[in-house]
């Protein structure tokens, strides 16, 4: 149970004074408690933040901020029609941003503080550096899809990969009470786009990969492509910039962001500052080399495939340059405690392998039934469905990363406010002539466990798209739901039983 409390601040703050460049309507200053971009959060005394919006504009429940006790509004465009005070300034989601780190005592400068985006990867990436950084007597707290943690008390579960601006400045805020020295965090397309983290300073920044994902929020590739690139702006000017070299879409994203920063390249190609070499992979994990400053190391990374090599890599690189050795860096990713849902093995002696994983973009797709492929005599079944209210365009791409695999069954995801239908329609859309999907079966339950009764001892069963998430989202409802879970009772059961499965091994 977290043990710290947090309580709201007591103090006034001039906004006049922390921005001086702002201009003022109906006031010559304006005097705040705390702030927030939710009109029924505010309290008396509150500062309420109009973030413009997609469809909206937070001018448009200034009103409201201020029947619930607004102090006043800090917004890019003045409203006539508001008897408020109000401070207007030219980028508001930067200004809150930097006021809420302000007020929680500028937390990210007692910390290093290390951002962790792409399109996959950043989750595993941000565990085996907290790994590494807590054998390295460097205390680590963590913010990510999964969880956040303050490096000393019990993490929680998360409900966003990058919070809120107030909510990120919160949790650093806890860290640097708890004692950490470092803070790894996942930071998200929308984060970066929505300045979350403009008050922060990055000692260090990594990007993992870009291949397409949120085309429902970017409106092209080429605009989510740059949106990652926008992480090199917080970067701090002798900090480092740690890339994915292998992949071109870095490259040209930081060549059109016209990134100042010369990025630092890890990558299978020998030509790369730190370059790789794959030594052996079996289905427990890879042990491989890397080329560290005056060293190569051999490591093992306790899960299998080659983009988790790849992840390894970029989490060893980065701590050493955050001072961690040799030593610890291999102890750091051998004894990780890796996250759930993310090619998790199921029942590891059962003669069927099961394994689940987060998997939900073609590329993610592709790689996992690339790296099974080459670990299983038998067959791979591969289960997978795709979110609604999500990019649609990647539906059919997903289907094609699939073909690979012997058998493809399709069933829901997270279908949200989405007909399951129409989702299933767009995976089916991804068929070449003649290729079917040997399974359709909406209800995920019911297909995980035809998917497992199908396969034979040696085949493979890959459950892809939800990894660790507990709960599943149909229409308005949130119905509790583990992939992981789910399979383990079926092949459970299956073993009690002695299925059919285990007969075929006689």
């Known amino acids: ?3 710290v409390s947090y309580s709201r601040p007591v103090t006034l703050h001039s ?10 309507v109906g006031c010559g200053d304006i005097y705040f408690r705390d702030l927030t971009p939710h009109s029924d959060h505010c309290q008396h005394g509150d500062l309420f933040v109009a973030v413009p919006g997609s469809t909206c504009h937070g001018n448009d429940y200034a009103n409201q901020a201020v029947l619930n006790g607004a102090t006043g509004i800090l917004t890019d465009m003045p409203c006539p029609d508001l008897n408020a005070s109000q401070c207007v300034v030219s980028d508001v989601r930067r200004s809150y941003a930097w006021l809420c780190q302000y007020l929680r005592g500028k937390p990210a400068e007692a910390l290093k503080t290390i951002g962790v985006t792409g399109t996959n990867g950043k989750t595993t990436i941000t565990w085996l550096l907290r790994s590494i950084l807590n054998a390295s007597q460097k205390p680590a707290g963590l913010l990510g899809t999964i969880q956040y943690d303050d490096s000393r008390n019990t993490p929680v579960t998360s409900n966003m990969t990058t919070p809120d601006a107030k909510v990120l400045a919160e949790w650093l805020q806890r860290m640097a009470i708890a004692g950490a020295s470092h803070a790894v965090m996942e930071v998200s397309s ?5 300045k979350r983290i403009a008050g922060i300073s990055l000692n260090t920044s990594i990007i993992t990969n870009i291949t397409q994902d949120h085309l429902d929020y970017h409106p092209d590739f080429d605009n989510y492509r740059s949106t990652k690139a ?11 910039l740690i890339i994915n070299g292998d992949d071109p879409n870095i490259r040209r994203a930081l060549e059109r962001y016209r990134c100042v920063h010369k990025p630092i390249t890890v990558g299978f190609d020998d030509q790369s500052d730190h370059w790789i ?4 992979m079996d289905q427990s994990g890879s042990q491989f080399q890397l080329n560290l400053p005056g060293h190569v ?3 093992y990374v306790p899960r299998p495939g080659k983009f988790n090599v790849m992840n390894a890599a970029l989490a060893a690189v980065t701590a050493n340059y955050h001072g961690c050795s040799n030593e610890q860096i291999i102890s750091g990713i051998e004894n990780a405690t890796l996250p759930p849902g993310r090619l998790q093995q199921i029942c590891p002696d059962h003669p069927v392998h099961c394994f689940v994983d987060y998997a939900h973009t073609p590329d993610a797709i592709e790689n996992v039934i690339s790296t099974m492929k080459q670990l299983v005599e038998g067959k791979l079944i591969c289960l997978f469905g ?16 699939a073909l690979r695999a012997d058998r493809i069954i399709l069933t829901a995801d997270n279908s949200r406010q989405e007909s399951t239908q129409q989702i299933l329609d767009d995976l089916i859309s991804g068929f070449p002539q003649g290729r079917f999907a040997d399974c359709i079966e909406p209800d995920r339950r019911t297909a995980i466990r035809w998917a497992i009764e199908q396969a034979e001892p040696g085949d493979c069963v890959l459950i892809l798209g939800r990894g660790h998430e507990l709960n599943q989202i149909i229409g308005d409802q949130s119905i509790p739901f583990d992939d992981a879970y789910e399979a383990e009772q079926v092949l459970n059961s299956l073993s009690a039983i002695s299925s059919p499965i285990l007969l075929k091994s006689a």
Do not use: C, W
Request: hydrophobic share 35%; net charge neutral; charged share 20%.
């Open 1 to 3: 149970m977290n043990t």
């Open 15 to 24: 906004i006049r004074q922390l921005l001086p460049s702002a201009s003022f």
């Open 190 to 194: 929308h984060a970066l786009d929505q």
């Open 230 to 240: 926008m992480i090199a702006d917080y970067t701090q000017p002798e900090g480092q």
């Open 277 to 280: 070499q794959l030594e052996s």
């Open 297 to 299: 190391v051999s490591i």
């Open 386 to 401: 795709a979110g609604g209210n999500r990019d649609r365009s990647k539906r059919s791409l997903m289907t094609q990363a």
